[in-house]
């Protein structure tokens, strides 16, 4: 992504090289994004139809979430990706519930207020048809290593140099920069500015430089994962994200057009490896298989600095969330993106770097502390895990104040924009999230709601929803349309 973005933005100014080995893996476990990858082929110039056949992609509505919450009514709910119909329905979700969180009795689940939620509940693209001009935010999922391979060659189109090489060194100098790579048979390669996409293991950012690692494990407890594949539904192709509370974290369910990506999220503190995996065959119905399992080693934090010296860290090598809103891709994009705006910037010296790196910290702690959010408030009591997260006070001032405005029926809307903090997750999401989980006074507070709270009309509401629906096809035709 780093050495495409760099050579659509620099081209005929500057050599772009990639050193990648094949004798190094990715985690590469079936991946989820956020609906800024589509801006990110878009700008390359790559259509759908090029790359997402190639890469057994489907379209992403959203993230459905399963077993996060206890109560009645609140089991499940579906965080939507942002859309232009979202103006007619946001309002309405937004009032009663502020009006639930005050006690009255009204409808405040979120799924019916959002178009995508309908998407993905009856299996639809997000791509409306040509009469119908509003459009929605989407993300993709898809397989990781054919993405790999299909952004290695688009770069080598644009003139970037691949070099099937191993780094056994990293050459510092007496500034402390980087030099030049040390590489296997003896050869080296020197450059002015060095993008570490060395993964966990940070060889140029961490090792090298020192850059100081923040873990984030006080707050965020899961740091381990077990992955395995099945075959595709073949109810037809999902256009969600499922995320499945379990006994000790969570298993993701993404869909490709080839298999469905299976994986289990946990904290190896409460959950030995041989557990998981056989709690995740048991979900999978697979106890007796011989599906072969994966396991992960998470490194959940950040670098207190993105831009060292001269070394971009990116993606694993610069920090991680844990996967729980396919968050990494966006960080990695957001990172690259803001890099080259700041270079610029600074006429192409580090004089921005400080800046760009406090804005690159602020995203990360943004991120985290929605993801922190679903464990903090999570409604289960079955294991001593979701009881501790439940519990953890290890939470940012700004996670405590969105808390706090939320269970004491403040203005949620206006606390994010007094934070400055809807770049990094919307009001929508907030509410999806809190309402999602049914953080509500519990039934026997709630009354009868007055007049002046009955404002919106759910039936109108669903009348809307489903008839903007029927402007969407089948995604497998879809998907079938782009090959």
């Known amino acids: 992504m780093a050495a495409n973005l760099f050579a659509l933005r620099w081209a005929g100014r500057v050599q772009v090289d990639v050193v990648e080995s094949e004798e190094i893996g990715i985690v590469g476990v079936g991946e989820g994004s956020t609906p800024q990858l589509p801006a990110f082929f878009e700008a390359l110039g790559i259509a759908e139809a090029e790359w997402m056949p190639r890469c057994s992609a489907t379209y992403k509505n959203g993230i459905s979430f399963h077993g996060w919450s206890e109560r009645p009514g609140f089991q499940h709910y579906f965080h939507p990706f942002p859309s232009a119909l979202d103006v007619h329905t946001q309002g309405a979700f937004y009032f009663n519930a502020a009006m639930r969180r005050r006690g009255q009795d009204v409808w405040a689940h979120p799924d019916r207020f959002f178009v995508p939620a309908y998407l993905a509940q009856h299996r639809l693209a997000p791509l409306p048809a040509e009469n119908f001009p509003f459009d929605l935010g989407y993300g993709y999922h898809f397989d990781a290593y054919l993405v790999g391979a299909f952004l290695r060659e688009h770069a080598i189109g644009r003139g970037v140099r691949h070099h099937s090489r191993r780094v056994v060194d990293v050459a510092v100098n007496e500034c402390g920069e980087v030099s030049q790579l040390l590489l296997e048979g003896g050869d080296t390669l020197a450059g002015d500015l060095f993008v570490d996409a060395s993964g966990f293991r940070s060889v140029i950012a961490q090792t090298a430089l020192g850059a100081k690692f923040l873990p984030f494990a006080s707050n965020l407890f899961n740091d381990r994962a077990v992955v395995m594949p099945t075959p595709a539904d073949p109810a037809g192709t999902s256009s969600q994200t499922k995320s499945v509370a379990m006994k000790h974290g969570w298993a993701w369910d993404i869909p490709l057009t080839t298999r469905t990506g299976n994986g289990y999220v946990y904290a190896s503190a409460y959950c030995s490896p041989e557990e998981a995996e056989a709690e995740l065959r048991k979900r999978l119905g697979l106890a007796d298989g011989d ?193």
């Open 291 to 483: 599906v072969p399992a994966r396991h992960l080693q998470m490194k959940v934090g950040r670098l207190e600095e993105s831009w060292i010296g001269n070394c971009l860290a990116v993606g694993l090598a610069q920090g991680f969330i844990e996967p729980l809103e396919a968050t990494a891709l966006h960080i990695v994009q957001a990172t690259v993106e803001g890099f080259i705006q700041a270079f610029e910037e600074g006429g192409f010296t580090s004089a921005k770097r400080t800046d760009f790196n406090r804005a690159i910290a602020a995203r990360y702690e943004g991120i985290r502390d929605y993801i922190v959010c679903h464990y903090r408030v999570n409604r289960r009591t079955d294991t001593d895990y979701w009881r501790d997260t439940a519990t953890n006070d290890h939470l940012s001032d700004s996670l405590k104040a969105i808390l706090t405005c939320w269970f004491t029926g403040q203005d949620l809307e206006a606390e994010i924009a007094r934070q400055g903090i809807a770049q990094y997750y919307a009001p929508a999401s907030w509410h999806c999230l809190l309402a999602g989980y049914g953080t509500f006074p519990t039934e026997e507070k709630l009354h009868s709601p007055e007049p002046a709270a009955r404002r919106f009309d759910m039936a109108v509401i669903d009348d809307f929803v489903t008839r903007c629906g029927r402007n969407f096809r089948d995604h497998k035709e879809m998907l079938a349309q782009l090959s």
